[in-house]
């Protein structure tokens, strides 16, 4: 049954267990009346008058209002009311007094007078799609209550603004019961839940969105390492977070018309891009991807390109030391390895990343490491093969960072060379990017020693890390005490010079073409020789790092 009104009805009170439609009529609730309604609504109109419509059936309730205003709403249905088709629109309050109401993939608009009560953990707006509680702005507010959900779970959040103009505003909201899409893939602490964004018509001054999450089930990891943070869709920022582990509360600024608010422990993303000598190839500008066609694997002493990090295992443990690292780097999918959509975004290697404070030698000091990849075209990613570089749980401060390699000599952003990173904001591929491969002399560590250049088909000439250092002991020697020269010869190839080794993931493979050999085509003694120490037999290479 449908109860079809048309054109005008001016209502001191009204009970209905049909559906109600109201098309092109005036629908008027006199002050003090009550509209109660066991059925769906549908109206292409503004329902006029201060009384209240109760929504009150005992099965699911529909509410279809053409992006039009109830001026009073209270929900009381244990089974819930759901938006349909269309966005609704409150002028006056919106009452929980039993049940939900769901948005899907439609909006409530909240009059910027509107006031919302009753909300709890059993009453709430289920934003169970797209759509939004938005609250239309005018003026300034302050911790303004949203009270937004998911299925059984209440994680309200509050709204704040402080000196800004409006212009036909709103602000909304929704929640998700799952970390930001956009997480860092290595991010030790976060929540599981996040807060979606927009902001329309507010322009200058501060916004902050503050997020209650549900402790514990919302928390992974250590909450007191948690803040909060504002993603933009591009960068992360967690400049005038606050965070309260007593009440579960996290805020950050809205710094953008659309984006995220959650909470994750403190870090720094690191866009950094370097060469490595002994993979450059000057004729493309890119580096060589042999490495990457090894079948997929676990461990550096095996044939197969690592799954984890090999750093911390032997041979190349006893030169490279994790610190405040405890979790070990692995690939998230072997289709890292695999031939990318972007063949320049192929992996080449693994990297070890040293992030430094800023103090001069002596006092320069290595805060945290990390291990990582390499593409083609010099970005070092982390194990998901695209993001940036996490680094995690960092005081406030800036940063230099230094990059190592098996078998090259590292190098190391110069502490006065303005090119700190902080850690309250990422840096990006495109903006902010420490960039080993065009940084000028003054910017790197040590002097122009440190590095090698080579010719670059778009940039001329870029920096490249110094290769052959096949025993990693951060010299590149062709003769005297612990040589690379011997190291190959002996202690990889059994000091048989015409042996070789195919298909290897192995530190005496300088030239990184998968094969360890002494002599013949592409040998990595010569490689050694001609190409890194220029045909000089005497002469080396040595690793230049702060400290």
């Known amino acids: ?122 009453k709430f707006v ?3 799609g797209t759509g939004q509680l938005k609250k239309e702005l005018t003026a300034d ?27 036909l505003a709103n602000f909304g909201v929704r929640v998700l019961g799952s970390p930001d899409a956009n997480k860092p893939p290595s991010t030790t602490s976060f929540l599981k839940t996040t807060w979606p964004v927009t902001k329309t018509g507010i322009t200058g001054g501060t916004v902050t969105l503050a997020g209650q999450y549900i402790d514990p089930a919302d928390v992974t990891g250590t909450e007191a390492n948690i803040v909060g943070y504002f993603n933009n869709g591009t960068d992360w920022s967690s400049a005038g977070e606050t965070h309260n582990a007593a009440t579960n509360i996290i805020a950050a600024p809205v710094t953008a018309n659309t984006g995220s608010v959650s909470g994750i422990n403190k870090f720094l993303l690191v866009g950094a891009k370097a060469f490595l000598q002994g993979a450059y190839d000057p004729i493309t500008g890119l580096m060589t991807d042999n490495l990457r066609t090894l079948p997929f694997g676990s ?14 295992v032997a041979p190349y443990s006893t030169a490279f030391t994790q610190i405040a690292n405890a979790n070990t780097e692995t690939i998230t999918s072997s289709a890292v390895v695999t031939a990318q959509s972007i063949p ?54 800036n940063y230099i960072i230094a990059i190592r390699h098996r078998n090259h ?17 990422s840096t990006a591929f495109t903006t902010n990017a420490i960039d080993f491969r065009i940084a ?77 050999r002494f002599s013949g085509l592409n040998n990595d003694r010569d490689y050694i020789l001609i190409t890194v120490l220029g045909n000089v037999p005497s002469t080396f290479k040595t690793q230049a790092l702060p400290n």
Request: no cysteine; proline share 4%.
């Open 299 to 312: 461990s550096a002493s095996t044939a197969n390109f690592p799954s984890t990090d090999p750093y911390r």
């Open 409 to 425: 000599l590292g190098l190391s952003i110069d502490q006065t060379s303005g090119r700190a990173i902080n850690e309250t904001k």
């Open 344 to 397: 320049v975004d192929n992996i080449v290697d693994w990297v070890f990343l040293e992030l430094r404070n800023l103090n001069a030698s002596p006092g320069n000091t290595i805060l945290q490491t990390r291990s990582a990849l390499i593409q083609k075209d010099g970005d070092i990613v982390d194990v998901d093969g695209v993001s940036p570089v996490t680094f995690n749980n960092l005081a406030n401060g």
């Open 440 to 516: 000028a002399d003054a910017q790197l560590f040590g002097t122009a020693t440190a590095f090698t250049t080579a010719a670059h088909p778009v940039s001329g000439t870029v920096n490249l890390l110094w290769g052959g250092n096949a025993n990693f002991n951060n010299q590149t020697r062709f003769t005297s005490l612990n040589n690379d020269r011997d190291h190959l010869l002996i202690n990889s190839l059994g000091n048989v010079p015409s042996s070789f080794i195919n298909s290897i993931y192995h530190s005496a493979d300088v030239n990184m073409n998968k094969a360890v």
């Open 126 to 128: 289920w934003t169970n």
């Open 1 to 122: 049954m449908k109860q079809l009104l048309s054109p005008l009805f001016i209502l001191l009170a009204f009970s209905a267990a049909a559906q109600l439609k109201i098309d092109n009529a005036v629908f008027f609730i006199q002050p003090g009346a009550t509209v109660t309604l066991q059925g769906d609504i549908t109206s292409n109109v503004d329902i006029q008058g201060t009384g209240l419509l109760l929504l009150k059936g005992s099965a699911v309730q529909q509410v279809d209002m053409g992006g039009n205003t109830i001026p009073n709403l209270e929900i009381d249905n244990t089974s819930n009311v759901t938006l349909q088709n269309t966005n609704a629109r409150i002028g006056n309050s919106l009452l929980f007094t039993n049940g939900k109401i769901q948005t899907g993939n439609f909006d409530i608009l909240l009059n910027s007078t509107a006031t919302i009560t009753g909300a709890n953990a059993s």
């Open 141 to 167: 507010i302050t911790n303004y209550e949203l009270p937004v959900g998911e299925n059984a779970n209440y994680r309200p959040a509050y709204l704040t603004t402080s000196a800004s103009s409006y212009l």
